[in-house]
């Protein structure tokens, strides 16, 4: 029944990039072979992608995949602490599956993820990779999110070895433990607040910072290159302090800040605690005249947990919708029929981004060997949804990304540097919490 099945699928996704049928003819034959309402809207998607690409004859760009499946394993966090996050990480590799078997495969075979909940947890997700890569068989890997389950995992993939792109990981201490067989896909979480810290604060002549940060790698990274930027542009660091993970209450360290009165409040954060941050420094009276937050800031569900409190509020971003990059606009329009009511963030991009890396680098070293594809990622040098380039040193770290700043304005988030992406002005200072309307 498998097999009948799976043939049906390839002759349906050959019917439609060919362009030989309607759009209720493809949302007809896909329910009729058991598809999910998300690969029968990334059909829809190929569809209209093949009919513009068919040749007049009507054949189409590419064959059907047909033979085994090519299995990729990943854990990635969609319950946990990080769930929320990891969440549009996972859509992204569910995308890039479906469009993969629309228009050829790889390898002119099927692609097949097997993904995992690593509920936000290391050990946990450590666990995952063993069974994935001796239970399951995958033929290649993605990396999980976050840099603490990436670091764990690392450790698995690199016994194996087994290349891994870190689709969801940015702290350099991975890079720093001589691993041969990883590879960074965006900025490296110390230069999340360069930008802010060397830039727009001297130009506003911001004196002072008070840095907070959660106790696990990756919001540990962002601080310490934050105190090495401040300290580069003679900025004053007047607070220093971490709070434990999964803290529900940061009064205390925030009460410190509001003594200390910087002119800027940086957080080392992950979503739920840039949330808590800014709800606690308006019912404390937090009035830093520039507040940013690493990976919270940068997400949709910012603004819909805070409302207009987010409002003014900056946050690096490794992406945003709206720029002009390679297959960005198809992207964005892909993600959006396929998840219905959900607005990709900076990680649907990084996720979708280390796929394209990974089919990029498979199909010129034109095989599954792991030492071609190692060898391939890195030389590889080619541009992805995400801005800049994919580029890495010779340790796998990535050097070739141009990470982005956005502030929240009237509940939009908005470029405002580098000046290449810019698509607003900064608006500075913050009002104290009690002068906004």
Not at 7 to 30: N, Y
Not at 126 to 149: H, I, Q, T, W
Request: proline residues 7%; hydrophobic residues 40%; glycine residues 8%.
């Amino acid at each position: 029944m498998k097999s009948r099945n799976a043939d049906s699928v390839r002759q349906l996704t050959a019917e439609v990039m060919a362009g030989k049928l309607s759009r209720r003819e493809i949302l007809q034959r896909a329910a009729a072979v058991g598809l999910s309402v998300p690969l029968a809207a990334a059909l829809l998607g190929a569809g209209a992608a093949g009919a513009q690409e068919a040749t007049p004859s009507g054949t189409p760009t590419a064959p059907p995949p047909s033979g085994p499946p090519i299995k990729i394993g990943a854990s990635v966090s969609t319950t946990g602490s990080n769930g929320r996050t990891g969440l549009y990480q996972q859509e992204a590799f569910r995308l890039w599956e479906a469009q993969k078997n629309a228009s050829g495969g790889l390898l002119g075979r099927p692609v097949q993820f097997i993904i995992y909940d690593d509920q936000s947890d290391p050990t946990t997700g450590a666990r995952l990779y063993e069974r994935l890569l001796n239970e399951d068989k995958v033929d290649l890997v993605l990396g999980p999110y976050s840099s603490s389950v990436t670091q764990a995992v690392a450790q698995v993939t690199e016994r194996a070895p087994l290349p891994l792109l870190a689709a969801g990981a940015s702290a350099s201490d991975i890079w720093k433990r001589n691993y041969r067989y990883v590879f960074g896909v965006y900025s490296i979480a110390e230069d999340y607040f360069k930008s802010i810290l060397l830039d727009i604060a001297p130009a506003q002549g911001y004196k002072t910072a008070a840095i907070i940060y959660e106790d696990t790698l990756f919001p540990t990274a962002t601080a310490q290159g934050a105190i090495a930027h401040c300290e580069t542009a003679g900025i004053q660091v007047v607070v220093n302090e971490k709070y434990p993970a999964k803290a529900t209450d940061v009064s205390s360290v925030l009460t410190k800040v509001r003594d200390a009165n910087p002119d800027m409040l940086i957080g080392g954060s992950y979503l739920p605690d840039a949330v808590l941050i800014t709800r606690q420094s308006k019912e404390l009276g937090v009035n830093p005249k520039l507040f940013a937050f690493s990976v919270g800031a940068a997400q949709p569900d910012f603004a819909e947990a805070l409302g207009a409190d987010a409002n003014y509020v900056l946050g690096p971003s490794m992406w945003e919708p709206e720029i002009d990059t390679a297959g960005n606009q198809a992207f964005v329009e892909a993600y959006r029929a396929m998840f219905p009511g959900r607005e990709p963030d900076y990680h649907s991009a990084t996720g979708y981004s280390a796929a394209q890396v990974l089919e990029a680098a498979v199909t010129a070293a034109g095989s599954l060997d792991r030492e071609a594809i190692r060898e391939q990622l890195l030389s590889l040098q080619m541009e992805t949804v995400l801005p800049g380039k994919y580029q890495v040193n010779e340790q796998g770290q990535m050097i070739g990304h141009i990470p982005l700043t956005i502030q929240w304005q009237n509940l939009a988030r908005v470029i405002v540097a580098p000046e290449q992406f810019a698509a607003g002005d900064l608006i500075l200072p913050t009002p104290p919490w009690n002068q906004r309307g």
